[in-house]
C-alpha cells in the first residue's frame, strides 16, 4: 500500500502543513526533507521508498518556476517508477518564494465566483446545507469562506497557519469544530508528509462527515510534455504529487471512505474561456507566468489568438483532467463498516 511509511519518515512539525492561497496554488514555510533522503534533495519516494539516482539525467525532468518574480530559475522533477507520485527533487527555502506569491492579494473577481459555485457545488452534491459546519484549512485570504458566507452559508471557518493572527491565522478559528465539512483544496501536493496533515485534519472532522480534498493527478500529467503542466507541477511549491489510488489509500488509512470523485479542476468550466487550456494559452501568451490570471485581461492578445479561440471554445472538452478532488465520509465509529 502506498501509505505505509515507517515512522523515520513522519514530519510532525508545524512547518510541514501546507496551505492553499485563494485555491490556487498553496502556501507554506520550508520544512526539513524526509529522512532517507539527502540533506538538499528529495531522492526518496515517501510513498514507496523507491531512491532515484541523482546522477541519471535521463530521471528528470526541468521545468522554470512560473511565478513572474522567480521566472528564469529551473528545477527537476521525477516520477516514482513504482507509485507513480511526482517529486520536486531540490529542497529549497519556500519563505522566499512565498514572500512574492501573486495569489496572496487576489479579490473575489467574476471569475472566481463563477469558479466557487462550481467548488461549492461538489459539496452541496453531498449534502451540505447552510445548518452544517464547514473548515476551510488552508483558505489564503479566505476568498472561499467569503463567497460562501454571502450566500448564506454562515458557519464556514476558514484557518491558515500563516495568515493574520487577527483573523484566519488565528488557531482559535479551529476550535469551532469539530466540523460537518472540511475543503482541503490545493494543500495536499504542498506539504511534505501528507499523512500528518490527514491526521490533523481527522481531528477536526466530526465522525460521520465529509472531507473533500483537491489535487493534481499524477496519473494524467505527462512529463514528455512538460510545458503543457506547468500550473500543476508548480515547482518549486508542489513537493509531491499523487495518483488518485495513493490519496484514496491515504483516506482509507484513516477510516474515510471515497464516496465521490471528480476528474477535473473545479475552475475548468464549459463557459467560453474559462477552462484551463485556455487559461494556459492565455499564460503563454503573456508571458508564460501564473501571476497574468490576476492581472487586467488583455483582452486583444487573447483575441487575435487563434489557439485561444480554439481552446476557449473548446478547451473544456480537450481537458487533460490533470487535476482531481476525492470526497471522503469519515466513518461513524471504529464499528460501522
Known amino acids: 500500500m502506498p501509505t505505509n511509511q515507517s515512522d523515520r519518515n513522519a514530519v510532525s512539525t508545524p512547518d ?22 539527502s540533506a538538499l534533495r528529495r531522492d526518496v519516494c515517501l510513498l514507496c521508498q523507491h531512491a532515484v539516482d541523482p546522477s541519471d539525467e535521463d530521471a528528470f525532468v526541468t521545468l522554470p ?3 513572474r518574480a522567480f521566472w528564469g ?6 516520477r516514482c517508477p513504482g507509485c507513480r507520485t ?13 514572500a512574492a506569491y ?68 488565528n488557531p482559535a478559528n479551529l476550535q469551532c469544530g469539530p466540523f460537518d465539512y472540511i475543503l482541503l483544496q490545493d494543500v495536499l501536493e504542498h506539504v511534505e508528509d501528507p499523512n500528518v496533515l490527514l491526521a490533523e485534519m481527522d481531528r477536526h472532522l466530526r465522525p460521520g ?35 488518485r489510488e495513493a490519496v484514496e489509500d491515504m483516506g482509507r488509512s484513516r477510516s474515510w471512505d471515497p464516496v465521490g470523485f471528480f476528474d477535473r479542476p473545479y475552475s475548468d468550466r464549459p463557459w467560453f474561456g474559462l477552462n484551463t487550456r485556455a487559461a494556459k494559452t492565455y499564460q503563454r501568451l503573456v508571458g508564460g507566468t501564473m501571476d497574468a490570471v490576476l492581472e487586467p485581461l488583455r483582452l486583444w492578445t487573447a483575441l487575435s489568438s487563434p489557439r485561444f479561440l480554439y481552446y476557449a471554445l473548446l478547451g473544456y472538452w480537450l481537458s ?18
Open 65 to 67: 518556476c512560473h511565478v
Open 102 to 169: 501573486p495569489f496572496s492579494k487576489a479579490t473575489l473577481t467574476w471569475p472566481f465566483r463563477i469558479f466557487y459555485s462550481n467548488l461549492s457545488r461538489r459539496l452541496t452534491r453531498f449534502g451540505f446545507t447552510p445548518d452544517h459546519s464547514l473548515l476551510d484549512y488552508g483558505c489564503g485570504n479566505g476568498l472561499f469562506v467569503e463567497y460562501l458566507r454571502r450566500r448564506g452559508f454562515s458557519n464556514c471557518h476558514g484557518y491558515d497557519p500563516y495568515g493574520a493572527r487577527g483573523g484566519y491565522g
Open 16 to 37: 510541514s502543513k501546507g496551505v492553499v492561497m485563494p485555491h490556487g496554488p498553496s502556501t507554506t514555510t520550508a520544512s526539513p526533507p524526509l529522512s532517507g533522503g
Open 86 to 98: 511526482i517529486h520536486c527533487l531540490q529542497v529549497v527555502d519556500l519563505d522566499r518564494y512565498y
Open 320 to 337: 487533460f483532467h490533470s487535476d482531481m478532488a476525492v470526497m471522503f465520509r469519515k466513518k461513524n465509529s471504529t464499528t460501522e463498516k
Open 209 to 243: 462527515g465529509y472531507i473533500l480534498v483537491g489535487t493534481p493527478n499524477a496519473d494524467s500529467i505527462n512529463l514528455q510534455r512538460p510545458e503543457e503542466f506547468w500550473n500543476e507541477i508548480h515547482v518549486p511549491y508542489h513537493l509531491h504529487i499523487f495518483t
Open 73 to 78: 530559475e529551473t528545477f527537476r522533477v521525477w
